[in-house]
């Protein structure tokens, strides 16, 4: 499957993005996708998955109650709508998508990448 991410911008603080990530190649209701941002001279870090259909979605503590990721398996796509941005959530976002269940928080448990999108968020 490849991937793509998109949305990305710049906004300033409190605003709202919302990213988008479009597979081709396959369905991504066969995959568990996440979501991770990387600031320079920092590894990936996880900010939000979501498992095959049927199953949830989990999200690192330093996002929960802003940002929410969500499917709509009829244009293959996983989105993830962030609110209440801060400028510590500026990073290069990543979307990734693994073959097998659950939802995990390693980078390295992924398969598949696209490519980032920047997200600025200016104070």
């Known amino acids: 499957v490849q991937l793509q991410a998109c949305g990305g911008g710049s906004v300033q603080a409190g605003g709202s993005l919302k990213l988008s990530c479009t597979a081709s190649?396959?369905?991504?209701?066969?995959?568990?996708v996440a979501w991770f941002r990387q600031v320079p001279g920092k590894e990936r870090s996880f900010v939000a998955g979501?498992?095959?259909?049927?199953?949830?979605?989990k999200k690192a503590d330093s996002v929960a109650g802003r940002f929410s990721i969500s499917r709509d398996n009829t244009k293959n796509m996983v989105y993830l709508q962030m609110d209440s941005l801060k400028p510590e959530d500026t990073a290069a976002y990543y979307c990734?998508?693994?073959?097998?269940?659950?939802?995990?928080?390693?980078?390295?448990?992924?398969?598949?990448w696209g490519q980032g999108t920047q997200v600025t968020v200016s104070s």
């Open positions: 990734a998508a693994k073959g097998t269940f659950a939802v995990l928080t390693g980078s390295s448990s992924y398969n598949f």
């Open positions: 190649g396959d369905s991504l209701s066969n995959y568990v």
């Open positions: 979501i498992n095959r259909p049927g199953g949830g979605t």
